[in-house]
Each structure stands twice: as C-alpha cells, then as structure tokens.
C-alpha cells in the first residue's frame, strides 16, 4: 500500500485509503504503538470513498481527513469520525475545503487543523488554509 494517510492518538496509529497496485482503496486499519513498535494491523470502519494523497489528522478523539485523489478526480471533500482503541466509528462528511488537493499537509494544534500546500491537476501551491475541529466537524476554512 503506498499513499495512504496516517495519524496517531492514544497510544494507535489510524491508517486511511491509499494505491494498491493502481487500485484506489478505502480501507481503513489501525494499530497500537509503543516503545516496541507496530502491533497487529487490524481492519476498521472503511473511508466513504476510495482515496489516496489525502491528509489525516487526530484531534481530541477524532480523526479529519482533507481532500485527496480519488483516482478519477482530486477531491475537496473533508471526512471526519471518532476514534479509540476499537478502532474508527462511522464517518461523517464536514465543511468541504475550499479546493480540490491532494498531497496537502494537514497537522491539528489547540482546537484547530491547518492544511498547507499540495496539488490540484498539474498544479501545485503554496496556500496555507485552517479551521475549527470539533466533535461536529470542521468549521468555515479561513486562508492565512
């Protein structure tokens, strides 16, 4: 599996879609982390789509996920779901980001996600957007 997104939280790591061979896939699977390393990687609840390039980040019990390449077409669409030690619940769709992109940088900090970067088309960009995370999804995305 190669461009997945992963992000940790509470002692897991929580691993979302990614290109299998040329395949786009919406697996999901996490694992417990330590001084030791990786523990078994075990299926979870799947992401709506197949999607590869996205960012994913874990904020007070959640995962967001931004964007991504659905291997038909970027997406600009922002998914989000609880996390814990069973793995992931049932995803939800939030505030779309403001354009399509894929292999942004996204990393939450203080109640907040902040998305730097990526691609759209050939394209590539600097811009650099954030927006409130909560239990009830992302907020209005504000550039900086």
């Known amino acids: 599996m190669t461009r997945e ?26 694992a ?8 078994p990687w075990i299926r979870t609840t799947d992401y709506p789509t197949n999607i590869g390039l996205e960012s994913c980040a874990t904020s007070g019990g959640y ?3 931004v964007g991504g390449d659905t291997g038909a077409r970027f997406a600009s669409a ?6 814990s030690p069973s793995g992931v619940g049932a995803w939800a769709s939030t505030m779309a980001y ?10 939450t900090s203080g109640g907040y996600i ?9 394209l590539y960009t600097t811009a650099v957007y954030y927006a409130t995370v909560s239990s009830s999804g992302v907020g209005a995305w504000v550039s900086t």
């Open 32 to 39: 417990a982390i330590s001084s030791s390393g990786v523990g």
């Open 114 to 122: 902040y998305c730097v970067g990526g691609s759209y088309g050939s």
């Open 78 to 83: 922002v998914y989000y779901a609880a996390i």
């Open 98 to 107: 403001p354009t399509s992109i894929a292999s942004e940088s996204c990393a």
């Open 5 to 30: 997104s992963c992000a940790t939280s509470g002692g897991y790591i929580y691993c979302v879609g990614g290109v299998d061979g040329s395949a786009h896939t919406d697996r999901v699977y996490y």
């Open 63 to 65: 995962i967001y996920c």
